[in-house]
């Protein structure tokens, strides 16, 4: 063991002597740069598995909040997402909507004619209530001078006629509602009949002559005849003739059924016509029949059909 005045005097000497040691350290690295220069790359490589293992955790802790950073910013990223999303799903259903009305309104343009008879124009209201099981209400009613017995067409044929009227609404009794009945007349067999709704989407042919009967895939055309006896003639007033209904269908062997051109089952845009209790002449419509008045006959021909 030192005595105190020892390490005193040893303690006084700890200065000088680093001073002298870092002296020669500076003589020999100016005096011999690369020995200085190998031993200190020598040095750092022993060190460096050191210095690595040093600055691991805080390569970690590093990672470690840049990872809690990006979450935060992930979750308001989430949600300025799903925002835009639901904007952008409200306008493409908005888009959506203006599309097909804009299609509907464009269909609609071919088939109402110059000199058509006085129509209402609305969008039908999906209710099926009443006394009848196949209707709809219209968003038009007396107020927009709408009356019953009105023939009520889409852009591609007859749905139905109005049956009852409110200051607002309309009731429209669908051509498949089991009370509808409707004289017909078919293209091709030159035949008449009655079609009757029976609450499918494919109303039945009946009334039609035994020997004529309907054929497949032919053409269907209100028919201005009176209906044959048992059925009531004031039934089919105002009704005017020509008017497209459909095609003929058998769903099997001697039970024809019209496939209606309208869309009965979703109907949206609907135009109401008042053809009067005189009137004879319907709207041109896609596929309508050309008629020309006979002298002499029971009713008029339709072009083609022997007299």
Not at 115 to 122: E, K
Not at 195 to 202: L, Q, R
Not at 220 to 238: N, Y
């Amino acid at each position: 063991m030192l005595s105190i005045q020892a390490r005193q005097a040893l303690a006084k000497l700890f200065l000088p002597f680093f001073f002298l040691l870092a002296s020669a350290f500076l003589v020999l690295g100016v005096a011999r740069r690369p020995l200085v220069d190998h031993v200190r790359l020598e040095i750092e490589d022993v060190l460096a598995p050191a210095y690595a293992l040093m600055a691991q955790p805080g390569e970690k802790l590093r990672h470690v909040w840049d990872d809690v950073r990006a979450f935060a910013r992930l979750g308001s990223e989430n949600v300025r997402l799903r925002q835009e999303n639901e904007k952008l799903r409200r306008w493409y259903d908005v888009a959506v909507a203006l599309a097909n009305e804009n299609a509907q309104l464009k269909a609609n343009l071919h088939w109402i004619p110059e000199n058509a008879p006085r129509f209402v124009s609305g969008h039908t209201i999906r209710d099926a209530g009443g006394l009848y099981g196949r209707a709809i209400l219209l968003a038009a009613g007396a107020g927009q001078d709408i009356h019953v017995g009105d023939v009520a067409l889409d852009a591609k044929g007859l749905i139905g006629r109005v049956t009852e009227v409110g200051s607002r609404t309309s009731r429209i009794l669908l051509v498949t509602d089991q009370a509808s009945r409707l004289p017909v007349m078919l293209e091709s067999s030159h035949g008449t009949a009655i079609m009757a709704g029976d609450g499918s989407a494919t109303p039945r042919l009946l009334f039609y002559a035994q020997n004529n009967h309907p054929l497949e895939g032919e053409r269907v055309f209100t028919s201005e005849q009176l209906p044959p006896a048992g059925e009531a003639a004031d039934e089919f007033s105002g009704l005017p003739g020509g008017l497209p209904v459909g095609v003929v269908h058998y769903v099997r062997a001697g039970e024809p059924v019209v496939v209606p051109d309208g869309d009965v089952e979703h109907p949206d845009i609907v135009r109401v016509f008042d053809y009067g209790h005189t009137s004879t002449q319907g709207p041109e419509a896609p596929g309508r029949m050309k008629r020309a008045p006979a002298a002499g006959a029971p009713f008029p021909l339709v072009p083609g059909r022997p007299g």
